[in-house]
C-alpha cells in the first residue's frame, strides 16, 4: 500500500470513538445548515444528489432546459469538490483535509461576494457551495466511513439497531455503537437544518443592500474541522506507530535471524553435498549397443571373475 494512502484507511480503527464521533458530528451540523440555506435561496439541496437528480428530470420532462442545465451543474460540482479532495488525498496523504481548507474557505467567501454584487443571477453561485460540500462529504466518506451528506442510512440503522435491542435482547457492543453513531450523525444533521432555517427566518440572510456573510461563517466552521480533524488522525497514527514499534523491531530482527538460518543451511549442504555436476563429470560413459546412439547413464560394470584362458607367452 502506498505509504500516503495509509492514513486513509477507516479511522474508525486508528481513532478515539469519542473524538471522532465529535468531528464527523460537527461536520453533520454543518452540511445540514448549508443543505437548508441551498434548498431555501436557491431552490436546490447542497449534498443531496436524489433530489437534484428528481429536480433535474422534471425540469427536462417539463422542457425547462435552463432549469435542467442549473441541476446538472449543481451535480457536477459536487462531483468536482469529491474529486479536487481525492486528488489532493492521493498527492499528499496526511495533511490533506488541512491542504484544502484554505479553498474551502475562499470558495464561501466568494460565493458571498457573488450575491452581493451580482444578486439577479445568485442562484448559479450556489455551484460554489456545491463544490465545498463535496469536498466535506469525501473526507467524511472516504476517511472516516460515515456518510454525512444524508441521513436515510443512518435512520435505517437506527431502527434496525433500536429492533435487536429491545426486540431481539442484543446488546453488543456493535449494536450500541452503530446505534450511538447513526442517532448521533442523525440529529447533528437535524439540529443544523433548524438552526438553518431559524437564521433564515430572523432575516440574517438575503440582504443584498449591505453585505451580510451567510456562507462565509459556514466556510469558516468546515475549515476549522479540516484542520482538526487532519491534527487529532496524525496524532492518533503517531500514537499508533509508537505502540507497533517494538513489534516492527522484533519482526526484522526474527527476519534476519531465519534469513541467516538459511543462509548457512545452503552453506552446509554445499559442503557435504556436492553438485550433480561434479558426480555427472566423473561418471565414464560405456560404449553404446549397435543402433543405439545415446550414452548409458548407468556405472560400468567391471568383471571381476579370472581369465579361463589365460594369455599364452610369446615363444
Same mark, same amino acid.
Given at each position: 500500500?502506498?505509504?500516503?494512502?495509509?492514513?486513509?484507511?477507516?479511522?474508525?480503527?486508528?481513532?478515539?470513538?469519542?473524538?471522532?464521533?465529535?468531528?464527523?458530528?460537527?461536520?453533520?451540523?454543518?452540511?445540514?445548515?448549508?443543505?437548508?440555506?441551498?434548498?431555501?435561496?436557491?431552490?436546490?439541496?447542497? %449534498?443531496?444528489? %436524489?433530489?437534484?437528480?428528481?429536480?433535474?428530470?422534471?425540469?427536462?420532462?417539463?422542457?425547462? #432546459?435552463?432549469?435542467?442545465?442549473?441541476?446538472?451543474?449543481?451535480?457536477? $460540482?459536487?462531483?468536482?469538490?469529491?474529486?479536487?479532495?481525492?486528488?489532493?488525498?492521493?498527492?499528499?496523504?496526511?495533511?490533506?483535509?488541512?491542504?484544502?481548507?484554505?479553498?474551502? #474557505?475562499?470558495?464561501?467567501?466568494?460565493?458571498?461576494?457573488?450575491?452581493?454584487?451580482?444578486? $439577479?443571477?445568485?442562484?448559479?453561485?450556489?455551484?460554489?457551495?456545491?463544490?465545498?460540500?463535496?469536498?466535506?462529504?469525501?473526507?467524511?466518506?472516504?476517511?472516516?466511513? %460515515?456518510?454525512?451528506?444524508?441521513?436515510?442510512?443512518?435512520?435505517?440503522?437506527?431502527? $434496525?439497531?433500536?429492533?435487536?435491542?429491545?426486540?431481539?435482547?442484543?446488546?453488543?457492543?456493535?449494536?450500541?455503537?452503530?446505534?450511538?453513531?447513526?442517532?448521533?450523525?442523525? /440529529?447533528?444533521?437535524?439540529?443544523?437544518?433548524?438552526?438553518?432555517?431559524?437564521?433564515?427566518?430572523?432575516?440574517?440572510?438575503?440582504?443584498?443592500?449591505?453585505?451580510?456573510?451567510?456562507?462565509?461563517? /459556514?466556510?469558516?466552521?468546515?475549515?476549522?474541522?479540516?484542520?482538526?480533524?487532519?491534527?487529532h488522525v496524525r496524532a492518533r497514527l503517531a500514537h499508533t506507530c509508537a505502540a507497533t514499534a517494538p513489534l516492527d523491531v522484533t519482526a526484522r530482527a526474527l527476519s534476519f535471524a531465519l534469513k541467516a538460518a538459511d543462509n548457512i543451511r545452503h552453506a552446509l549442504t554445499s559442503s557435504f553435498h556436492p553438485s550433480r555436476n561434479g558426480i555427472d563429470s566423473r561418471r565414464r560413459h560405456?560404449?553404446?549397443?549397435?543402433?543405439?546412439?545415446?550414452?548409458?547413464?548407468?556405472?560400468?560394470?567391471?568383471?571381476?571373475?579370472?581369465?579361463?584362458?589365460?594369455?599364452?607367452?610369446?615363444?
Amino acid at each position: 500500500m502506498d505509504s500516503n494512502r495509509t492514513w486513509s484507511i477507516r479511522t474508525s480503527s486508528i481513532s478515539a470513538p469519542s473524538k471522532k464521533r465529535v468531528l464527523v458530528n460537527g461536520l453533520a451540523f454543518t452540511i445540514g445548515w448549508s443543505n437548508v440555506l441551498c434548498l431555501l435561496q436557491y431552490t436546490t439541496f447542497g %449534498t443531496m444528489l %436524489t433530489g437534484n437528480s428528481i429536480y433535474w428530470a422534471q425540469a427536462l420532462a417539463e422542457r425547462r #432546459f435552463s432549469d435542467a442545465g442549473f441541476y446538472a451543474s449543481v451535480i457536477g $460540482a459536487f462531483c468536482v469538490g469529491q474529486t479536487t479532495f481525492r486528488f489532493v488525498d492521493a498527492r499528499r496523504g496526511p495533511g490533506a483535509a488541512t491542504a484544502v481548507s484554505p479553498v474551502v #474557505f475562499a470558495l464561501a467567501l466568494a460565493q458571498d461576494a457573488l450575491d452581493f454584487a451580482f444578486p $439577479a443571477s445568485d442562484r448559479w453561485h450556489v455551484l460554489l457551495l456545491s463544490t465545498i460540500l463535496g469536498i466535506v462529504c469525501a473526507l467524511a466518506n472516504d476517511v472516516d466511513g %460515515t456518510v454525512v451528506n444524508m441521513v436515510t442510512g443512518h435512520i435505517q440503522r437506527t431502527a $434496525a439497531a433500536l429492533f435487536d435491542l429491545f426486540g431481539l435482547g442484543r446488546r453488543d457492543a456493535e449494536t450500541l455503537e452503530s446505534l450511538k453513531d447513526s442517532s448521533a450523525v442523525f /440529529l447533528s444533521f437535524f439540529l443544523g437544518v433548524c438552526c438553518g432555517t431559524l437564521a433564515v427566518e430572523r432575516g440574517l440572510y438575503r440582504r443584498h443592500d449591505t453585505f451580510a456573510p451567510a456562507f462565509t461563517p /459556514l466556510g469558516l466552521a468546515f475549515a476549522s474541522l479540516l484542520c482538526l480533524h487532519d491534527r487529532h488522525v496524525r496524532a492518533r497514527l503517531a500514537h499508533t506507530c509508537a505502540a507497533t514499534a517494538p513489534l516492527d523491531v522484533t519482526a526484522r530482527a526474527l527476519s534476519f535471524a531465519l534469513k541467516a538460518a538459511d543462509n548457512i543451511r545452503h552453506a552446509l549442504t554445499s559442503s557435504f553435498h556436492p553438485s550433480r555436476n561434479g558426480i555427472d563429470s566423473r561418471r565414464r560413459h560405456i560404449p553404446t549397443h549397435q543402433g543405439s546412439t545415446a550414452p548409458s547413464s548407468d556405472p560400468p560394470v567391471r568383471d571381476s571373475s579370472p581369465d579361463v584362458f589365460p594369455a599364452s607367452s610369446s615363444s
